[in-house]
């Protein structure tokens, strides 16, 4: 169990990997939930990676424990998720209107 969810800047475990996906593929259903008008897997796509890049960014510039390192992971997920689809979105509703 300890290399599933060993977390130093150095080394990450594959668990939390998989977490990072999740909060992606969560912050995709939501995103989709509540517009409804945008395409799901472009949603995905961009949540999953944001996600992926916000806990890894996270996890090589701040913590100092690996408890520490996985909630600001955590943290660092959801928030890169969370902008991405929403600066993704006020773009595409604003060239929408454009056209």
């Known amino acids: 169990m300890d290399t ?3 977390l130093t800047p150095s080394h990450i475990g594959w668990l939390v990997w998989l977490v990072w996906v999740l909060i992606g593929v969560l912050g995709a259903l939501w995103a989709q939930r509540l517009t409804g008008k945008r395409t799901f ?3 995905l ?3 999953v990676v944001a996600a992926v890049l916000g806990g890894y960014l996270s ?3 701040l913590g100092d424990t690996p408890v520490q390192l996985f909630l600001i992971s955590i943290l660092g997920a959801v928030f890169f ?3 991405a ?4 979105g006020a ?9």
């Open 41 to 43: 897997l472009f949603d």
């Open 4 to 6: 599933l969810m060993n």
């Open 85 to 88: 689809l929403w600066i993704t």
């Open 91 to 99: 773009l595409m509703n604003h060239f929408r209107k454009d056209m």
């Open 45 to 47: 796509i961009i949540a």
């Open 59 to 61: 996890t090589c510039f």
């Open 81 to 83: 998720a969370a902008a």
